[in-house]
């Protein structure tokens, strides 16, 4: 904590006033920020929506968030995969992942994608996005051999792929 508030040009009391201990501090930084990522994903976003539109909607708003957002991404990736991790996922995850199941459970029972478990679904609905943030963020595509701009049209095609194959 004494370091961290002589880099930051602040007295450690200050940090004290906030956080309890250096735990503390790397829970609260980690859920605010796994909070705030999840809270953009749901903009303008209804678990009662049609399931192809609210997947894009959401691609549309993970991608958006996850591109300008690199540092905070990067931030909170160590975060939750730290010791830490647990209780971070668990306190920013809470509404958003009963938001994602009535999202989910909604579109099974319309009929509009096959039944699947969620670990399934979540794989298949959102893997690909997250690797082509992965390239794009690189600017390499597989191999690392070719460069890569996630663009618009890519996404739209692995969307459209992806509700293919989540569709009866």
Not at 28 to 38: D, P, S
Not at 77 to 105: P, T, W
Not at 116 to 126: L, N, P, R, T
Request: charged share 25%; glycine share 6%.
């Amino acid at each position: 904590m004494n370091r961290l508030a002589k880099e930051c040009g602040i007295s450690v009391a200050t940090l004290y006033i906030y956080y309890t201990d250096k735990e503390d501090l790397i829970k609260k930084v980690g859920t605010e920020l796994g909070t705030y990522f999840f809270k953009s994903s749901l903009k303008d976003f209804s678990p009662d929506m049609p399931f192809a539109e609210g997947l894009a909607k959401q691609w549309e708003n993970r991608s958006s968030f996850m591109m300008e957002n690199t540092d905070k991404i990067a931030c909170w990736e160590i975060l939750q995969n730290s010791n830490y991790g647990e209780d971070i996922i668990k306190e920013s995850l809470a509404d958003f992942k009963v938001i994602m199941m009535q999202f989910l459970q909604g579109a099974i029972e319309r009929k509009e994608i096959v039944p699947v478990s969620k670990e399934v679904f979540w794989s298949i609905a959102y893997g690909p996005l997250y690797n082509l943030l992965r390239f794009h963020e690189k600017g390499r595509g597989l191999g690392g051999n070719t460069p890569f701009t996630l663009t618009k049209e890519v996404q739209k095609e692995t969307l459209s792929l992806i509700i293919k194959a989540l569709t009866p």
